[in-house]
Structures are given as C-alpha cells and as structure tokens.
C-alpha cells in the first residue's frame, strides 16, 4: 500500500513584503534554509521563514505546521532516523513559477519535499510547500 503525505496550500496573489525575493538565488537560498528545518523536525521554524514571504493568513500557516507535526510521528515510525537531504531539481514554467524539489533521507525511506514560488510582478512569493512518500513521479528513465 501506498501512502502519501501531502500538504498542499496553492495560492496566486500578490502582496508586497519588507524583504523581497527579486532573485531565483535568494528563493533557491530560501528553499534550502526551509527544507534544512524540515529535516530537523523544525516545522514550525521552517514554515516561520516562509511566512514573510508567503500571502497567506499567519494562522492557516502555523496550522499547517501543526498538521505536519502531528503527521510526523507517522514518518517517525515507519522511515526511522533522518539521514539527511538532496537537492535533486529545479523546474519552471516560464520566467514566472519555480519549484524546487528535496530528497529528505531515512533510514528505511525517502520523502521528498517540493516548494513553488510565483513571481506575478517582479517579486517572488511562496506558493507552496508540500511533502509527499511516493517517489515514482522522481524516477528518470535510463537510456
């Protein structure tokens, strides 16, 4: 049986914050600072980076950091101790959507983790985090 995680918020609007992502490199800087929380079980802290950034209400994303810690014990129990992360890509859609996506290592599995921003001016914002178990979608074909 197959078990995905997902935790999926998607959102499209603007909003204007104090400290701007004008640069892939600083939402590929994010992204890693987010998903390094991440592999230490640091949701709240993680999800607390995204949210200057993000033009979501403060509480649905505190919420949602609740929903992952108490999915958690869960991962806990069937992947065993964390071993770390890989970055494994970037994709685009255009010059106005960018996603990055994450290995989050066990020692009996892999999650990965996937975050989009969007860039509807000339600003990028979070779109959306998300984690899930099912690695099939990752897989390249070999020639």
Do not use: C
């Not at 049986?1 to 640069?23: P, R």
């Not at 919420?63 to 890989?86: H, M, S």
């Not at 892999?110 to 959306?128: A, H, M």
């Amino acid at each position: 049986m197959k078990f995905i995680f997902g935790l999926i918020i998607l959102l499209m609007a603007t909003n204007v914050f104090a400290d701007d992502l004008k640069s892939l490199k600083q939402t590929r800087d994010l992204s890693d600072k987010i998903v390094n929380q991440f592999v230490h079980a640091d949701f709240k802290q993680g999800l607390a980076l995204a949210k200057p950034h993000w033009p979501l209400p403060e509480i649905e994303i505190d919420g949602l950091a609740n929903q992952i810690a108490n999915q958690w014990p869960l991962v806990d129990r069937r992947f065993v101790k964390p071993t770390g992360k890989e970055f494994l890509r970037e994709e685009r859609i255009g010059e106005s959507f960018v996603r990055y996506s994450y290995l989050h290592k066990f020692d009996n599995h892999s999650i990965y983790w996937r975050i989009t921003f969007y860039k509807p001016s000339d600003i990028w914002i979070v779109n959306g985090i998300q984690f899930l178990d099912n690695l099939e979608p990752l897989f390249e074909r070999v020639k």
